[in-house]
């Protein structure tokens, strides 16, 4: 979240309940661009050390 972009009221709120890092990096493999995501660390959760494709066509539905 950009601070700059959004209400200093919004960033507090959303940041007092977030704790983690979410990480979205592009690769570029055989069959071209593509997005990931990977929870790195949330508050009290445990997390995948696997990371997650993401798909345009599957986040549309």
């Known amino acids: 979240m950009n601070p700059q972009m959004h209400p200093s009221e919004g960033v507090r709120a959303i940041a007092g309940v977030f704790e983690g890092?979410?990480?979205?990096?592009?690769?570029?493999?055989?069959?071209?661009?593509?997005?990931?995501?990977?929870?790195?660390?949330?508050?009290n959760q445990e997390c995948s050390k696997s990371e997650l494709l993401l798909q345009a066509e599957k986040l549309q539905e």
């Open 21 to 43: 890092e979410i990480n979205i990096y592009e690769r570029e493999p055989e069959k071209g661009l593509e997005r990931f995501l990977k929870v790195k660390k949330m508050y």
